[in-house]
């Protein structure tokens, strides 16, 4: 298996836990957290799809397609490129009102389309380029290809957990 296969394998598995996680789902569904402090369903697919639209942006020298379509508005937002969730506090997690389960799968699979066309031309000496400086040591394009996959699946995984949540509740 090529280096391109094994991440289009990881990555095209996103799609389906998301919509899994979300299908079905109201907007008060969507939005409701199922305790004090904790990540509602539509924020957590919400900030899953941010990071990897703003990190796949960057490697491409591209603009967000939160920033370039009409994404912002369908989740109650500004397409402000730096608002990913990081940092978010419950405020802020509040403030974010996907319309329908819809805009969460729709935005996902816009940004699962170019990070497919993105990974589909990569070779095993691409993923040693040194894609962030600001770290020690330096962040290669297969660390961040990693990081971003691993954080996706986490948050669709508490995403599908707080599902089950509210569907038991």
Request: charged share 25%; aromatic share 6%.
């Amino acid at each position: 298996m090529d280096v391109d296969d094994l991440l289009i394998e990881t990555y095209d598995r996103l799609p389906d836990l998301v919509r899994a996680a979300v299908d079905g789902l109201s907007p008060e569904e969507l939005r409701r957290s199922p305790g004090p402090g904790a990540n509602p369903v539509g924020w957590l697919v919400w900030h899953l799809t941010r990071i990897e639209d703003h990190h796949v942006a960057d490697l491409l020298g591209a603009d967000q397609l939160w920033v370039s379509g009409d994404w912002a508005a369908r989740f109650g937002l500004t397409p402000d490129p730096d608002d990913t969730g990081y940092g978010h506090n419950p405020q802020r997690v509040a403030a974010v009102r996907p319309e329908s389960a819809g805009a969460l799968v729709d935005y996902h699979e816009a940004v699962a389309r170019r990070t497919r066309e993105f990974l589909a031309g990569l070779r095993p000496a691409d993923l040693d380029r040194v894609v962030d400086e600001a770290w020690d040591p330096p962040v290669t394009l297969g660390v961040r290809l990693v990081s971003v996959a691993e954080d996706a699946l986490q948050h669709v995984g508490q995403a599908a957990y707080v599902r089950g949540l509210l569907r038991a509740g």
